[in-house]
C-alpha cells in the first residue's frame, strides 16, 4: 500500500522526466508499457554502468528518473551520487538484487528481495500501472513479449493465459508473442540502440499485436540475422567445447550476437550449460545458460571477480571479463563445486 501511494506520487512528478531501459526485449516492452501512461524522454541502456550519464544527468538534473530492467544496485557506488542530488528515482528491476536501493529519494521495486519468484520487469511494470488504476490490459500482449523475451513464462503464466484467450496459441514458443519478441532481439541484435527504440516507437504506434508482427523493416532484419545464427549453428556443431556437462563456444561475428545465441543453444540444448564468449575490444563478453538447479547469479559473480563484471539471473548469466583463462578456470572449478 505504502508503496503503492509512493509510487504514484513519483509518477505523477511533472517536469524533466528521463527513463533508461534495458535494451533487450523485455525492457523495450518495460518501456512501451510505462510510456502508454506516463510521458518520459527514453533512451536504452546496454547494461546497468552508469559513470558515463552521470555527470550529464547532475547537469540535467531531471524531476524525475526512471530505470527500466537495469540491475542498477550492482553500481551502487556510482548510484549514491545520482541518489544525493536528484529529487525522485524510481527502479524497477526484476535481477537478483546486490542491494536495496531504497532511500528517501529512491523508490526500488525489486520483488527478488524478497521472493524467489522470476518474474519479467514488463510483468512487474503492467501489474503495477494495473495497481495504480492505469486501463492496461489492452496492453497484455505487450507485456507477454517481453515475459517470453526474459523466459520468465512460468513465474508469469496467469498473464500469458490471460493473452492467450485473445491470440490463441498451442505452444507459447512458437505463438506470435514469442515471434514478436524474437522480432525485437533481431531489431536489437543488427541495429543496437536504434532497433531497440523502432521497436519501442513501433509498440507505441502499434494498436495490437498483428500489427507489430506485420512491419515489413522488422521482418527483414529478423530474416537477415537467422541467416547468420544458421551460420553460427553450424560452427557450433563442429567447434564447441564440452566438458562434462558444459559446451563452450567462441562466437565470431561482427554482431555482438553471444546472448541470443546462447538462449538458442540452451533451448536446443536444455540439459546442458552454455558458455559463450565473444571478442569485444580487449575484453571478453560472455552468455550463460544452465538448466534448473543451478544459480548462475552468484556462480558467475563469484568468478568475477578482479577480472570484470557479471551477473544475472539463475537460470540466464553474463559478463564483461578482460581474462578469458581465469574465468574458464574459475568457471569449471565452480561447477564442480555446486553441481548436485
Ligand atoms: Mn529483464
Known amino acids: 500500500m505504502l508503496i503503492k501511494k509512493r509510487l504514484e506520487r513519483f509518477l ?41 550519464i552521470i555527470p550529464g544527468l547532475l547537469k540535467e538534473k531531471p524531476d524525475l528518473l526512471c530505470f527500466l530492467d537495469l540491475p542498477i544496485d550492482q553500481e551502487w557506488k556510482d548510484f549514491r551520487k545520482l541518489d544525493s542530488a536528484l529529487q525522485a528515482i524510481l527502479v524497477i528491476d526484476h535481477h537478483i538484487p546486490e542491494r536495496d536501493l531504497n532511500s528517501e529519494r529512491t523508490l526500488y521495486i525489486n520483488p527478488m528481495l524478497k521472493s524467489q519468484t522470476y518474474q519479467a520487469a514488463s510483468y512487474l511494470v503492467f501489474k503495477l500501472l494495473k495497481e495504480l488504476g492505469k486501463p492496461v490490459e489492452p496492453y497484455s500482449w505487450i ?14 503464466r496467469e498473464l500469458i493465459e490471460y493473452c492467450r484467450k485473445f491470440w490463441p496459441f498451442e505452444d507459447v514458443w512458437k505463438s506470435g508473442l514469442a515471434r514478436a519478441s524474437e522480432l525485437i532481439s533481431a531489431a536489437i541484435t543488427l541495429k543496437g540502440q536504434r532497433g531497440a527504440k523502432f521497436c519501442l516507437d513501433l509498440l507505441l504506434r502499434s494498436e495490437d499485436l498483428s500489427e507489430f508482427l506485420f512491419d515489413p523493416g522488422l ?46 543453444m540452451a533451448v536446443k540444448n536444455p540439459e546442458r550449460i552454455i558458455l559463450i564468449r565473444q571478442r569485444s575490444d580487449s575484453r571478453w563478453k560472455l552468455s550463460i545458460r544452465a538448466p534448473p538447479g543451478i544459480d548462475l547469479s552468484a556462480l558467475v559473480k563469484s568468478c568475477v571477480k578482479g577480472i570484470g563484471k557479471g551477473g544475472g539471473h539463475r537460470q540466464a548469466a553474463g559478463a564483461t571479463i578482460s581474462d578469458w583463462e581465469v574465468f574458464r578456470k574459475r568457471f569449471i572449478q565452480a561447477l564442480k563445486g555446486s553441481s548436485p
Open 12 to 52: 505523477e512528478i511533472q517536469g524533466k522526466r528521463m527513463l533508461f531501459y534495458h535494451q533487450d526485449a523485455d525492457g523495450v516492452c518495460s518501456a512501451a508499457l510505462m510510456l502508454k501512461f506516463y510521458p518520459f524522454r527514453a533512451e536504452a541502456r546496454e547494461g546497468p554502468g552508469l559513470s558515463d
Open 219 to 264: 521482418q527483414e532484419w529478423k530474416e537477415r540475422l537467422d541467416r547468420e545464427l544458421e551460420k553460427l549453428e553450424r560452427d557450433f556443431q563442429l567447434k564447441r567445447e564440452e566438458i562434462g556437462n558444459l559446451l563452450l563456444y567462441e562466437i565470431k561475428s561482427d554482431l555482438n550476437i553471444t546472448s541470443l545465441f546462447a538462449s538458442r
Open 143 to 156: 507485456a507477454c513479449i517481453g515475459i517470453i523475451g526474459d523466459h520468465a513464462v512460468e513465474g508469469c
